[in-house]
Each structure stands twice: as structure tokens, then as C-alpha cells.
């Protein structure tokens, strides 16, 4: 009987790892050509992308739009495969300064059904796209072998000295994708900008996706995001909603992924790759959700 059920638990291992879905976001810090001309940047930044089955990729600074087709040749030749595709926003900002929110996903693993920026929702009461310095790139996936098949990602990366706002703007953005879609599975990621000098913690609790029980923040203000060793922030986050969805995360999923100690790099060394460590969580694989049940 132990033997069984060590079986079975190694079995659960397995699946779990083979068919769960590993979503990341990461702010990659001006991403442009210089770093899509640095081999080892790009050679490192390919390992911690490999890793993700999508990937929200922020701080996209290319005027000249090579550095992304760069990193999906790369992928697609350490996968050895053509597996990974792309979708990527305009570049947005208010001023000069400008950005691209990229989607990075294998295309054997989920379909990504539709894109719309929070402007093209069309809910005027709650469209208020002018409080966003860039405003949020909303995608919707379909994973078929996850328990959870159809979830809203709300990709976003707040303005530093508006991430206070920007962040209670996002619970309309979130009212607004509920109510296109009529779904209660939504993901909010990104960097939010949601701690140390940007934010407060009397305000982060005045919140509404605080406030709110429904809304689950899979990574901690206790948790740090950042390189710098001098450092110990929570700018970037994962938020999700729904119970199907809840119930769907693999529990103790979500973390930064600590790229300077898995890949034994000095902090100059991951700093010229970026000052964010990815955060990532993964899905539940179908057979994992079943095999719990039974057991």
C-alpha cells in the first residue's frame, strides 16, 4: 500500500511538471538593442524564458524592433523547435519616453484567443484610460491541459509616482474585462510599483483589489523582486481572482525566480540583465487536479 501511494505521489511529481502551465512576468529593464547585442545577456535571458510558458515581457525599448525577433530565434533554437511565438503591443507612453508590453508563449501549449487594450473595452463607465501613463495590454488564453481552460491576463507596468493610482485603476479594469467576457478568471501581473518608496502601506491597504476577499496577491509584500542586494521590495505582482481559478494555482507556486543565485552571476552581472527578478506561477495540470481528488 505505501508503495502505491509513494507511486502515486511521484506519478502527481510528474504530471504536475510536464503538463502544469507556468505563467512569468519580467521587467527586463530597457530592452533594446544593446541588450539584444550582449550574447551572455541574451544567452541568460533565453534560459529564464525557456522556463515560462508565457511571459509578459515589460520595458520593451526598441525603436528599431530587433531585439524581440532576436530573443525568439534564440528560444526557438535552445528548444529546438518552433514553439514559441509573440504578440506585442504599441509603443505607449504619454511623452517621449515609450514602451512595448511583449507576450512570449509557446504556441504548442495555449492559444491566446484574443488581445485588446483598455481603451478598446468599451465600458465608458468604467473607461478611464487618461489615469494610465501606459495603459494595460489584456489578453484572453485558452490552455487545454490545465483545470482551468479560459483565464483573462491583464498585463500592466505603473508609472512609479502613480502606482498608487494606477493600481485602484486597475480594479476598473478589472470590472471592465468581467463584464466583456462574462468570467470571473483574471490575472492581474506585471510591475506594479506595489511597495518601498512608491507605495505605503496605510495606502496599499485602502486599496480596492485589497480591500476586496475575492482577490488573492500571490506574491507578498514580505517577498522581494528585486537584484540589488541593498534592496528588499515587492514591486511586482501577481493578482488573481476567481474561485475556479484559485483553486487552479499549484500552491507555493508563486515566486520571484532568483536568476543571480540559480545561475551563480555576480549582482553586476544580473544587474546587465535587469534589476527585477521574474515573479511566476503555475496552473494546475488537468490530470495533477483529478490525481489530488482521488487520492
Not at 517621449?96 to 468599451?122: A, C, F, G, P, S
Not at 480591500?211 to 542586494?229: A, G, S, Y
Request: proline share 3%; hydrophobic share 35%.
Amino acid at each position: 500500500m505505501r508503495s502505491l501511494l509513494l507511486i502515486c505521489i511521484v506519478g502527481i511529481c510528474f504530471l504536475t511538471t510536464a503538463l502544469s502551465l507556468k505563467i512569468c512576468a519580467f521587467n527586463v529593464q530597457s530592452f533594446g538593442e544593446a541588450k539584444a547585442n550582449n550574447k551572455r545577456v541574451m544567452g541568460i535571458l533565453t534560459k529564464i524564458i525557456s522556463r515560462c510558458d508565457l511571459s509578459l515581457i515589460q520595458e520593451v525599448r526598441d525603436s528599431k524592433g530587433e531585439a524581440i525577433p532576436t530573443l525568439l530565434k534564440n528560444l526557438n533554437r535552445f528548444e529546438k523547435s518552433n514553439v514559441y511565438s509573440h504578440l506585442e503591443s504599441q509603443r505607449l507612453g504619454k511623452s517621449t519616453y515609450k514602451e512595448q508590453y511583449v507576450y512570449i508563449y509557446r504556441k504548442d501549449v495555449l492559444q491566446v484567443k484574443e488581445q485588446v487594450y483598455y481603451h478598446e473595452l468599451k465600458q465608458p463607465e468604467f473607461n478611464n484610460t487618461e489615469m494610465f501613463s501606459r495603459e494595460p495590454f489584456i489578453i484572453r488564453i485558452h490552455s487545454p491541459t490545465t483545470f482551468v481552460k479560459n483565464l483573462i491576463i491583464i498585463g500592466h507596468h505603473s508609472c512609479p509616482r502613480k502606482a498608487m493610482d494606477e493600481m485602484e485603476e486597475l480594479f476598473d479594469v478589472f470590472q471592465a474585462v468581467r463584464k466583456k467576457w462574462k468570467t470571473e478568471n483574471v490575472m492581474l501581473l506585471g510591475d506594479l510599483n506595489a511597495d518601498c518608496g512608491y507605495v505605503t502601506i496605510k495606502g496599499l491597504k485602502k486599496l480596492r483589489l485589497k480591500n476586496d476577499p475575492k482577490f488573492l496577491w500571490l506574491i507578498t509584500d514580505e517577498q522581494d523582486t528585486t537584484v540589488r542586494d541593498k534592496t528588499h521590495c515587492a514591486y511586482d505582482r501577481i493578482i488573481v481572482h476567481g474561485k475556479t481559478l484559485i483553486s487552479g494555482i499549484v500552491p507555493d507556486s508563486a515566486q520571484p525566480f532568483n536568476f543571480k543565485r540559480e545561475f551563480s552571476l555576480t549582482e553586476q552581472e544580473a544587474l546587465e540583465v535587469s534589476d527585477h527578478y521574474p515573479v511566476e506561477v503555475d496552473l494546475k495540470s488537468t490530470h495533477h487536479y483529478h490525481l489530488r481528488n482521488e487520492l
